[in-house]
């Protein structure tokens, strides 16, 4: 029941863009998107509901198609301080309370 | 403000200990869990919480029992660790479903 994140692994320069994917077998309620640094604890990005509604901050954006339950994290202009691997995170139908994270997607932004 | 706080930051145990990590968060909120995050790897949910008085399973439960003291407190214990339980650990608590999660600084365990 995990969410599936493509890819794995990215490498950018300043300045260029990158896109995160997420995908899930289960229908989803809401997707949320977090970021963590080496030896941090994950720190939220954006909340994505059923609906379209978005709660979310920073220069940071996403999407979320209910009817394929994706989502996708774009990341524009991209900064050094983006660095770090990004995990979706999933609320199903099924059971609001249980929460399933991706496998993560590590983003290296060189100068 | 404190958030999420965790004890202890790091902990070395032998094969066949006990411990209980400790969790208090101080936004007056429902839902709490209890993550485990390998090298490399993503965060599994262990057990959760979803209001006080009330637990539950999640995808890794094995090997691990929680408590909610209170609406504050949510403690995980490990009865007999091995080294398959060497992990970072992290709390997490919400205030109602679909929230923000905010996490603890996580406590590093390893089992000799």
């Known amino acids: 029941q995990q969410p599936v994140q493509s890819p794995q692994a990215v490498i950018l320069r300043e300045g260029e863009d990158a896109v995160i994917n997420c995908s899930s077998s289960?229908?989803?309620?809401?997707v949320h998107w977090y970021r963590q640094k080496h030896g941090e604890a994950p720190i939220f990005l954006m909340i994505?509901?059923?609906?379209?509604e978005q709660k979310g901050h920073d220069k940071i954006s996403a999407s979320f198609n209910e009817k394929k339950q994706q989502s996708s994290l774009y990341l524009t202009a991209s900064q050094l301080s983006y660095s770090g691997t990004y995990f979706c995170?999933?609320?199903?139908?099924?059971?609001?309370?249980?929460?399933?994270f991706g496998s993560g997607t590590k983003l290296n932004v060189k100068p | 403000n404190a958030g999420v706080t965790q004890t202890p930051k790091f902990q070395v145990l032998k094969t066949g200990q006990s411990m209980t990590l400790q969790c208090a968060q101080d936004?007056?909120?429902?839902?709490m869990y209890w993550y485990r995050q390998d090298p490399g790897m993503g965060l599994r949910l262990i057990y959760y919480?979803?209001?006080?008085?009330?637990?539950d399973k999640g995808e890794v439960p094995n090997g691990y029992n929680v408590s909610r003291l209170n609406k504050r407190e949510f403690s995980l214990r490990l009865e007999s660790a091995a080294p398959s339980q060497t992990s970072v650990y992290f709390c997490?608590?919400?205030?109602?479903?679909?929230?923000?999660?905010?996490f603890g600084a996580g406590t590093r365990l390893s089992v000799l």
């Open positions: 997490a608590s919400k205030s109602g479903t679909v929230d923000i999660q905010y």
């Open positions: 289960k229908a989803l309620y809401s």
């Open positions: 994505l509901l059923k609906g379209g």
């Open positions: 995170g999933t609320e199903i139908w099924d059971n609001f309370n249980k929460f399933y």
């Open positions: 936004m007056n909120h429902n839902s």
């Open positions: 919480s979803a209001s006080e008085g009330t637990t």
